[in-house]
């Protein structure tokens, strides 16, 4: 894997949208190819978007936030 | 801030409470999951695990000390954690350092920055088309569509989608940078 491709992957695992399901806990398909180090950016570049999805939205919540509420709501 | 202001709201199914508890707590119970990053996906486990906040805060009895149901969340957090290292027989995480995070009183609570919020708004606005694109179609979808979809959706092949979402996400730090906004480094790597 070329490192822009893993950048890719990075880029995708850090999305705040995982498989849909009710009882289970699924992971971003990326994340399986991704090594631990790269796992761990994935971890802070979905840290420091939080934020700036935030203070983009209407009602301060992250796209982690509107995930939840999705869920909670269905 | 004692985000057990809205417990009562919460309690009494108000999901609108829910979300501003959210808007508060979310940033510190992600980064008590800082540890298990290599071995768990964080954002699923922050997810479920703020799901199950949820479902058992009617039955939540506060302690007396302030953040009860920010403690509990990292709490639930940190075992789903665990259970997902036990089933994939994964190196576990220190046990001091699990004790020692589940040991903190008052964990600390970061509110939403108003200013960030003027900030990132003209800074969006100054986004070429397509980065914008790319970037809005992850807001606006907020979290609900996978990134294949939603290139699909805005008629981008799903590497042409990310190297754009990528492109608003660094512009993006660029330009907060400038505007004097301190940015976690990994926004703009």
Redesign the interface.
């Known amino acids: 894997m070329t490192p822009e491709e893993e950048?890719?992957l990075i880029?995708?695992?850090?999305?705040?949208?995982?498989?849909g399901t009710d009882d289970e806990?699924?992971?971003?398909k990326a994340?399986h190819d991704l090594d631990?180090?790269a796992?761990?950016?994935?971890?802070?570049?979905?840290?420091?978007?939080?934020?700036?999805?935030?203070?983009?939205?209407p009602?301060?919540?992250?796209?982690?936030?509107?995930?939840?509420?999705?869920?909670?709501?269905r | 801030m004692d985000l057990d202001v809205y417990l009562g709201a919460i309690v009494g199914g108000d999901t609108a409470a829910f979300g501003l508890w959210l808007a508060y707590a979310e940033r510190t119970v992600r980064d008590s999951l800082r540890s298990f990053a290599a071995v768990v996906d964080v954002e699923s486990v922050l997810q479920e695990a703020m799901l199950r906040v949820w479902q058992v805060a009617p039955r939540f009895i506060a302690d007396g000390r302030p953040n009860g149901l920010l403690r509990l969340a990292i709490r639930i957090a940190r075992n789903l954690a665990v259970s997902e290292l036990r089933k994939t027989r994964s190196r576990p995480v220190e046990a001091a350092d699990l004790e020692a995070a589940l040991a903190e009183d008052e964990p600390p609570v970061a509110a939403p920055d108003p200013m960030l919020r003027r900030a990132i708004a003209e800074c969006r606005e100054k986004l070429p088309a397509k980065p914008r694109e790319a970037f809005d179609a992850r807001l606006t979808s907020a979290g609900g569509t996978d990134d294949d979809d939603l290139a699909q959706s805005i008629g981008m092949r799903l590497n042409t989608f990310l190297q754009n979402f990528t492109r608003a996400r660094k512009l993006l730090a660029d330009c907060l940078k400038k505007r004097g906004v301190v940015v976690d480094a990994e926004l703009g790597a």
């Open positions: 950048d890719l880029e995708q695992v850090a999305s705040a949208w995982r498989p806990l699924r992971y971003h994340w631990a180090a796992r761990v950016r994935a971890f802070d570049r979905a840290r420091a978007l939080r934020p700036i999805e935030a203070a983009a939205d009602d301060g919540l992250s796209t982690t936030a509107r995930a939840v509420l999705a869920r909670i709501r």
